[in-house]
């Protein structure tokens, strides 16, 4: 079984400014995937970012960013710049290679100050 | 437009009363799930199919059914069976082309409140 943990319920940060959100899992499988979703005030689930497991190197998509530490089982969400449209709860999932059961964390608030 | 619809996005329950949450895609994805949304525990998954008239459960399937006859519907039904019923309902979908790409496509929730 996979496990998905997420020690900071909630985050804040000045705008224009960086941050970190964390991520710790743990599965038993080789292959995998580890995923960042968003959920803004609207309560839509959008994807951020994705990560395969096998790739040592981090993904990376415009302002957003993973540090994937396959060997601790860390995978954080770095935002470059936030911007106030950033504020959402954030989710980190994992799912095992062919098998598409994603398991999520329970969430970050982050709140941006403007 | 490709999407996932939800409905009703809110629906209110007398207690003891069985309630039907609608789930259609029109992405022509292989494989559908209804996840549950409490406040502090995520998202934790309820039922899943992966091809037509066939479905699994998922970790929290006490008191809940799902039916798949078409490769577009998942319906999800709470019975009063199911002791706490009142949380945020969401459907996703994904197609097994990308085979791993894990990436799921969320409906915009149900709100279920049981009176």
Known sequence: AQTVT????????????????SCTYDTSESDYYLFWYKQPPSRQMILVIRQEAYKQQNATENRFSV???KAAKSFSLKIS?????????????????????????????????? | DGGITQSPKYLFRKEG??????CEQNLNHDAMYWYRQDPGQGLRLIYYSQIVNDFQKGDIAEGYSVSREKKESFPLTVTSAQKNP???????????GGYGTGELFFGEGSRLTVL
Request: with cysteine; proline share 3%.
């Open chain 2, 17 to 22: 009363q069985n309630v039907t949450l609608s």
């Open chain 2, 86 to 96: 009142t949380a945020f309902y969401l459907c996703a979908s994904i197609s097994w």
């Open chain 1, 6 to 21: 997420q020690s900071q319920p909630e985050m804040s940060v000045q705008e224009a400014e960086t941050v970190t959100l």
């Open chain 1, 81 to 114: 710049d936030s911007q106030l449209g950033d504020a959402a709860m954030y989710f980190c999932a994992c799912s095992n290679f062919g098998n598409e059961k994603l398991t999520f964390g329970t969430g970050t608030r982050l709140t941006i100050i403007p």
């Open chain 1, 67 to 69: 540090n994937f530490q």
